[in-house]
């Protein structure tokens, strides 16, 4: 794995995240085609229709797609969620053990999160800073001099 730093943290699992939301679309797609022509799409002459049981089985796409666009999205907040969640309690500790202290309250979940990648000897300073500046998420991640890579996230 080459060396992870800001411009190449970001991760993408490419049969979830493109082939997976594709053939949602496309279910949904197929779903608005077959429910707006109230055809059944299996060889029927141009402007001939199926009847009713077209519409259904559209309708039904849509809703299946719906639904499979509500889990795919939803799957992947819940896991980002208890991410986030583990990160905070790892940096509480490693805070707690660098300083003694409990982490400031003035951060913010995403500054805490965006401060994980910050290396031992830049990490204090940078919170600090971040404090101070209302730093966003994304300007911590720059400011990073020695990344300290996050390989297990999910």
Request: hydrophobic content about 45%; proline content about 1%.
């Amino acid at each position: 794995m080459k060396e992870q730093n800001h411009a190449n943290h970001t991760r993408y699992v490419p049969l979830y995240h493109f082939l997976t939301s594709f053939l949602i679309l496309v279910l949904l797609v197929m779903g608005i085609m077959r429910l707006c022509c109230g055809g059944c799409h299996m060889g029927c002459q141009a402007g001939q229709q199926c009847g009713m049981m077209g519409m259904h089985e559209g309708l039904f796409e849509i809703i299946s797609a719906f639904v499979l666009l509500f889990i795919w999205v939803y799957a992947r907040q819940f896991a980002v969620k208890v991410q986030d969640r583990a990160i905070h309690a790892e940096e509480s500790l490693r805070h707690f053990i660098m300083t003694g202290k409990a982490l400031d309250p003035k951060l913010s979940w995403g500054q805490i999160i965006a401060l994980r990648f910050a290396s031992d000897e830049e990490y204090l300073q940078l919170m600090d800073r971040a404090i101070k500046e209302n730093m966003k998420s994304s300007d911590i991640k720059k400011a990073v001099k020695n990344w300290r890579a996050d390989n297990h996230r999910a």
